[in-house]
Protein backbone atom coordinates (compact mmCIF):
# COMPACT_ATOMS: atom_id res chain seq x y z
CA UNK A 1 0.00 0.00 0.00
CA UNK A 2 1.02 3.78 -0.34
CA UNK A 3 1.79 5.55 2.83
CA UNK A 4 3.29 9.21 3.32
CA UNK A 5 6.98 8.10 5.22
CA UNK A 6 8.73 9.88 7.83
CA UNK A 7 12.19 8.55 8.14
CA UNK A 8 14.01 11.28 10.14
CA UNK A 9 12.47 13.59 12.18
CA UNK A 10 13.25 17.41 10.16
CA UNK A 11 11.80 19.74 7.59
CA UNK A 12 8.24 18.47 6.56
CA UNK A 13 9.60 18.81 2.72
CA UNK A 14 11.21 15.79 3.62
CA UNK A 15 7.84 13.57 3.79
CA UNK A 16 7.72 11.39 0.95
CA UNK A 17 5.36 8.60 -0.43
CA UNK A 18 6.22 5.06 -0.36
CA UNK A 19 4.96 1.75 -1.21
CA UNK A 20 4.78 -0.81 2.03
CA UNK A 21 3.66 -3.54 3.35
CA UNK A 22 -0.78 -3.63 4.58
CA UNK A 23 -0.08 -3.77 8.36
CA UNK A 24 -2.17 -6.86 10.04
CA UNK A 25 -4.70 -5.88 13.18
CA UNK A 26 -3.39 -7.96 16.35
CA UNK A 27 -5.66 -8.20 19.57
CA UNK A 28 -8.09 -5.18 19.51
CA UNK A 29 -7.11 -3.47 16.49
CA UNK A 30 -9.04 -2.99 13.06
CA UNK A 31 -7.17 -2.57 9.93
CA UNK A 32 -9.47 0.27 7.69
CA UNK A 33 -9.27 1.02 4.24
CA UNK A 34 -8.79 5.31 4.53
CA UNK A 35 -11.03 7.16 2.36
CA UNK A 36 -10.37 10.71 4.14
CA UNK A 37 -7.57 11.61 6.95
CA UNK A 38 -7.67 15.28 8.12
CA UNK A 39 -4.08 17.11 8.63
CA UNK A 40 -3.71 18.83 12.07
CA UNK A 41 -1.26 20.88 13.63
CA UNK A 42 0.06 18.35 15.92
CA UNK A 43 1.05 16.44 12.78
CA UNK A 44 2.83 19.25 11.41
CA UNK A 45 4.76 19.32 14.69
CA UNK A 46 5.51 15.45 15.06
CA UNK A 47 7.25 14.91 11.98
CA UNK A 48 9.73 18.16 12.91
CA UNK A 49 10.16 16.38 16.30
CA UNK A 50 8.79 19.53 17.46
CA UNK A 51 5.31 17.53 19.31
CA UNK A 52 5.52 16.27 23.39
CA UNK A 53 5.10 12.48 21.53
CA UNK A 54 7.94 11.18 19.38
CA UNK A 55 6.81 8.14 17.56
CA UNK A 56 9.84 5.67 16.43
CA UNK A 57 10.83 5.80 13.40
CA UNK A 58 10.41 5.70 10.57
CA UNK A 59 6.29 6.24 10.73
CA UNK A 60 3.54 7.34 8.49
CA UNK A 61 1.88 10.29 10.12
CA UNK A 62 -1.50 11.39 10.50
CA UNK A 63 -4.44 11.55 13.66
CA UNK A 64 -7.51 11.02 12.25
CA UNK A 65 -9.13 9.36 9.69
CA UNK A 66 -12.69 7.96 7.98
CA UNK A 67 -12.93 5.03 5.73
CA UNK A 68 -13.98 1.22 5.71
CA UNK A 69 -13.19 -1.68 8.30
CA UNK A 70 -11.42 -4.50 5.73
CA UNK A 71 -10.31 -6.74 8.71
CA UNK A 72 -10.63 -7.03 12.74
CA UNK A 73 -8.21 -8.58 15.37
CA UNK A 74 -8.96 -10.96 17.90
CA UNK A 75 -11.73 -10.08 20.53
CA UNK A 76 -13.65 -7.63 18.99
CA UNK A 77 -17.19 -8.25 18.69
CA UNK A 78 -18.82 -4.54 18.28
CA UNK A 79 -16.69 -3.97 14.62
CA UNK A 80 -17.47 -5.37 11.81
CA UNK A 81 -15.64 -5.97 8.54
CA UNK A 82 -17.68 -3.26 6.07
CA UNK A 83 -18.28 -1.04 9.20
CA UNK A 84 -17.95 3.43 8.22
CA UNK A 85 -16.13 4.09 11.01
CA UNK A 86 -13.84 7.68 12.28
CA UNK A 87 -10.90 6.78 14.34
CA UNK A 88 -8.50 8.66 15.74
CA UNK A 89 -4.82 7.05 15.20
CA UNK A 90 -2.16 9.40 16.62
CA UNK A 91 -0.04 8.16 13.67
CA UNK A 92 -0.39 6.35 10.53
CA UNK A 93 -3.23 8.21 8.98
CA UNK A 94 -2.11 9.68 5.88
CA UNK A 95 -1.64 5.92 3.96
CA UNK A 96 -4.25 3.75 1.63
CA UNK A 97 -4.73 1.85 4.86
CA UNK A 98 -4.07 2.28 8.66
CA UNK A 99 -4.72 0.61 12.12
CA UNK A 100 -6.52 1.35 14.59
CA UNK A 101 -7.17 0.61 18.45
CA UNK A 102 -10.83 -0.74 18.47
CA UNK A 103 -11.52 1.65 21.29
CA UNK A 104 -10.42 4.77 19.18
CA UNK A 105 -12.91 3.61 16.74
CA UNK A 106 -16.52 5.42 15.93
CA UNK A 107 -19.14 4.75 13.50
CA UNK A 108 -19.03 7.28 11.25
CA UNK A 109 -22.20 9.42 11.52
CA UNK A 110 -25.70 9.22 9.94
CA UNK A 111 -25.44 11.57 6.86
CA UNK A 112 -21.79 11.99 7.35
CA UNK A 113 -19.25 12.27 4.15
CA UNK A 114 -15.98 10.90 4.89
CA UNK A 115 -13.90 13.95 4.31
CA UNK A 116 -16.16 15.81 6.98
CA UNK A 117 -15.76 12.41 8.83
CA UNK A 118 -11.81 12.92 9.06
CA UNK A 119 -12.28 15.94 9.87
CA UNK A 120 -14.25 15.29 13.06
CA UNK A 121 -13.36 13.52 15.89
CA UNK A 122 -9.68 15.72 16.84
CA UNK A 123 -10.76 19.21 16.47
CA UNK A 124 -14.40 18.91 17.31
CA UNK A 125 -13.39 16.72 20.03
CA UNK A 126 -11.09 19.17 21.14
CA UNK A 127 -13.00 22.25 21.09
CA UNK A 128 -15.92 20.47 23.14
CA UNK A 129 -13.50 19.11 25.54
CA UNK A 130 -12.40 23.06 26.13
CA UNK A 131 -15.24 24.61 26.17
CA UNK A 132 -17.50 22.57 28.16
CA UNK A 133 -15.35 19.95 30.41
CA UNK A 134 -12.75 22.64 31.20
CA UNK A 135 -13.64 26.08 30.41
CA UNK A 136 -17.32 25.34 31.60
CA UNK A 137 -18.41 27.70 29.16
CA UNK A 138 -22.20 29.35 29.97
CA UNK A 139 -24.89 30.28 27.52
CA UNK A 140 -25.19 33.77 28.85
CA UNK A 141 -21.04 34.41 28.11
CA UNK A 142 -18.69 35.85 25.36
CA UNK A 143 -15.81 33.69 24.38
CA UNK A 144 -13.16 35.15 22.43
CA UNK A 145 -11.25 32.44 19.75
CA UNK A 146 -8.17 33.02 18.82
CA UNK A 147 -7.09 31.98 15.15
CA UNK A 148 -10.93 31.13 15.11
CA UNK A 149 -10.43 30.40 11.02
CA UNK A 150 -8.31 27.32 11.74
CA UNK A 151 -9.75 23.69 12.20
CA UNK A 152 -10.10 23.90 16.34
CA UNK A 153 -10.65 27.57 15.74
CA UNK A 154 -13.82 27.51 13.61
CA UNK A 155 -15.27 24.10 15.92
CA UNK A 156 -14.75 26.33 18.59
CA UNK A 157 -16.91 28.84 17.35
CA UNK A 158 -19.27 26.94 16.30
CA UNK A 159 -19.63 24.54 19.34
CA UNK A 160 -19.80 27.57 21.68
CA UNK A 161 -22.39 29.01 19.42
CA UNK A 162 -24.73 25.62 19.75
CA UNK A 163 -23.78 26.02 23.37
CA UNK A 164 -25.46 29.35 23.49
CA UNK A 165 -22.67 31.61 24.04
CA UNK A 166 -21.52 34.66 22.02
CA UNK A 167 -18.15 34.55 19.90
CA UNK A 168 -15.73 37.21 19.12
CA UNK A 169 -13.79 35.74 16.55
CA UNK A 170 -10.09 36.61 15.99
CA UNK A 171 -8.12 35.95 12.78
CA UNK A 172 -5.52 38.24 10.46
CA UNK A 173 -7.10 38.29 7.45
CA UNK A 174 -10.25 39.40 5.71
CA UNK A 175 -11.03 35.92 3.97
CA UNK A 176 -9.99 34.06 7.47
CA UNK A 177 -12.50 36.62 9.49
CA UNK A 178 -15.47 35.61 6.67
CA UNK A 179 -14.85 32.28 7.22
CA UNK A 180 -15.55 32.52 10.90
CA UNK A 181 -18.61 34.61 10.52
CA UNK A 182 -19.42 32.10 7.98
CA UNK A 183 -19.42 29.93 10.91
CA UNK A 184 -21.72 31.99 13.14
CA UNK A 185 -18.54 34.31 15.12
CA UNK A 186 -21.44 37.05 16.32
CA UNK A 187 -18.15 39.90 15.74
CA UNK A 188 -14.85 39.48 14.31
CA UNK A 189 -11.56 41.30 15.33
CA UNK A 190 -8.27 41.56 13.49
CA UNK A 191 -5.60 40.63 16.30
CA UNK A 192 -2.66 42.32 14.25
CA UNK A 193 -3.48 45.28 15.09
CA UNK A 194 -1.82 47.11 17.79
CA UNK A 195 -5.06 48.02 19.00
CA UNK A 196 -6.66 45.32 18.92
CA UNK A 197 -7.45 44.69 23.15
CA UNK A 198 -9.70 48.10 22.70
CA UNK A 199 -11.52 46.17 20.83
CA UNK A 200 -12.04 43.40 22.67
CA UNK A 201 -13.15 45.45 25.20
CA UNK A 202 -15.01 48.00 23.31
CA UNK A 203 -17.17 44.41 22.24
CA UNK A 204 -17.84 43.78 26.10
CA UNK A 205 -18.23 47.27 27.60
CA UNK A 206 -15.08 47.15 29.32
CA UNK A 207 -15.55 44.03 30.80
CA UNK A 208 -13.10 41.37 28.50
CA UNK A 209 -14.12 37.85 27.22
CA UNK A 210 -15.24 35.78 29.80
CA UNK A 211 -13.56 32.92 28.30
CA UNK A 212 -10.68 32.69 25.89
CA UNK A 213 -9.66 29.82 23.52
CA UNK A 214 -6.00 30.10 22.46
CA UNK A 215 -4.87 27.92 20.03
CA UNK A 216 -2.19 30.17 18.83
CA UNK A 217 -0.06 31.44 21.69
CA UNK A 218 3.41 33.54 20.16
CA UNK A 219 2.81 37.17 20.90
CA UNK A 220 -0.64 37.52 21.04
CA UNK A 221 -1.61 35.52 24.41
CA UNK A 222 -0.68 38.36 26.64
CA UNK A 223 -2.93 41.03 24.97
CA UNK A 224 -5.35 38.08 24.78
CA UNK A 225 -5.36 37.51 28.41
CA UNK A 226 -5.22 41.03 29.56
CA UNK A 227 -8.73 41.20 27.58
CA UNK A 228 -10.05 38.38 29.57
CA UNK A 229 -12.74 39.58 32.43
CA UNK A 230 -12.88 39.46 35.87
CA UNK A 231 -12.41 35.40 37.07
CA UNK A 232 -12.37 34.79 33.26
CA UNK A 233 -10.95 31.36 32.19
CA UNK A 234 -7.98 31.59 29.58
CA UNK A 235 -7.51 28.27 27.84
CA UNK A 236 -4.32 27.36 26.38
CA UNK A 237 -4.72 24.92 23.84
CA UNK A 238 -1.91 25.54 21.11
CA UNK A 239 1.00 27.25 19.91
CA UNK A 240 0.48 27.34 15.89
CA UNK A 241 2.63 31.03 15.96
CA UNK A 242 5.48 28.74 17.48
CA UNK A 243 6.51 30.48 20.55
CA UNK A 244 5.43 29.03 23.71
CA UNK A 245 4.72 32.51 25.53
CA UNK A 246 5.85 33.61 29.02
CA UNK A 247 2.68 35.12 31.10
CA UNK A 248 3.03 37.49 33.67
CA UNK A 249 1.78 36.22 36.39
CA UNK A 250 0.26 39.24 37.88
CA UNK A 251 -2.22 39.33 35.31
CA UNK A 252 -3.76 36.10 37.16
CA UNK A 253 -4.18 37.65 40.65
CA UNK A 254 -5.57 40.85 39.49
CA UNK A 255 -8.54 39.81 38.48
CA UNK A 256 -8.73 36.39 39.81
CA UNK A 257 -8.57 35.04 36.26
CA UNK A 258 -7.62 31.35 35.67
CA UNK A 259 -5.16 29.56 33.25
CA UNK A 260 -6.35 26.16 32.10
CA UNK A 261 -4.20 23.58 29.94
CA UNK A 262 -6.73 21.52 27.21
CA UNK A 263 -4.91 18.24 26.29
CA UNK A 264 -7.33 16.33 24.35
CA UNK A 265 -5.61 13.43 23.42
CA UNK A 266 -4.07 12.49 27.47
CA UNK A 267 -7.57 13.09 28.40
CA UNK A 268 -9.32 10.83 26.64
CA UNK A 269 -6.85 8.02 26.91
CA UNK A 270 -7.47 8.90 30.81
CA UNK A 271 -11.24 8.68 29.87
CA UNK A 272 -11.82 6.68 26.45
CA UNK A 273 -15.93 6.40 27.25
CA UNK A 274 -16.05 10.65 27.75
CA UNK A 275 -15.06 10.05 23.92
CA UNK A 276 -17.93 8.21 23.13
CA UNK A 277 -19.88 10.89 25.33
CA UNK A 278 -18.66 13.88 23.59
CA UNK A 279 -18.81 12.39 19.90
CA UNK A 280 -22.74 11.77 20.68
CA UNK A 281 -23.01 15.15 21.68
CA UNK A 282 -21.41 16.43 18.35
CA UNK A 283 -23.16 13.90 15.85
CA UNK A 284 -26.64 15.51 17.57
CA UNK A 285 -25.59 19.15 16.90
CA UNK A 286 -24.41 17.93 13.37
CA UNK A 287 -27.70 16.45 12.88
CA UNK A 288 -29.51 19.24 13.68
CA UNK A 289 -26.93 21.57 11.45
CA UNK A 290 -25.05 23.49 14.35
CA UNK A 291 -22.07 22.03 12.97
CA UNK A 292 -20.03 20.85 10.18
CA UNK A 293 -16.02 20.85 9.74
CA UNK A 294 -15.26 23.57 6.91
CA UNK A 295 -13.36 21.36 4.62
CA UNK A 296 -11.48 23.71 2.54
CA UNK A 297 -8.97 21.83 0.59
CA UNK A 298 -9.14 18.33 -0.56
CA UNK A 299 -5.52 16.81 -1.58
CA UNK A 300 -3.45 13.14 -2.60
CA UNK A 301 -0.88 11.76 -0.86
CA UNK A 302 1.80 13.28 -3.07
CA UNK A 303 0.37 16.82 -2.26
CA UNK A 304 0.34 16.21 1.75
CA UNK A 305 3.34 16.77 2.44
CA UNK A 306 3.16 20.48 0.81
CA UNK A 307 -0.16 20.90 2.57
CA UNK A 308 1.02 20.46 5.82
CA UNK A 309 3.56 23.14 5.35
CA UNK A 310 0.72 25.28 4.70
CA UNK A 311 -0.79 24.19 7.79
CA UNK A 312 2.42 24.84 9.40
CA UNK A 313 3.25 28.58 8.20
CA UNK A 314 -0.95 29.52 8.87
CA UNK A 315 -1.55 30.17 5.53
CA UNK A 316 -4.51 27.46 5.06
CA UNK A 317 -7.85 27.89 6.57
CA UNK A 318 -10.27 25.63 7.56
CA UNK A 319 -9.74 22.09 7.07
CA UNK A 320 -7.18 20.05 5.00
CA UNK A 321 -8.18 16.89 3.40
CA UNK A 322 -5.73 13.73 2.54
CA UNK A 323 -7.95 11.65 0.04
CA UNK A 324 -5.32 8.40 0.11
CA UNK A 325 -7.12 6.85 -2.75
CA UNK A 326 -7.46 9.62 -4.83
Known amino acids: MNA ?21 PAAGQ ?5 HAA ?21 FTPGAELSGV ?33 ASRV ?19 GTSLHALQTIGRLQPDETLMVLGAAGGVGIAAVEIAKAMGARVIAAASSNEKRALAKQAGADETIDYTQPDWRR ?25 ALRATAWRGRYLVVGFAAGEIPKLPLNLILLKERAILGVFWGAAMRKDPQQLEVDLKQLSDWFQQGKVKPPVTERVTL ?5 AMVRLSTRQAMGKLVVLPRG
Open 302 to 306: EQAAS
Open 30 to 34: VLVDV
Open 69 to 101: VSAVGEGIQHIRVGDRVVCSTGTGAFAEQALAE
Open 199 to 223: EVERLTNGEGADVVYDAVGGAYAET
Open 38 to 58: SINYPDTLMVQGLYQVKPPLP
Open 106 to 124: LPLPKGMDFDVGASFVLAY
Open 4 to 24: LRCHAFGPIDNLRVENIPTPV
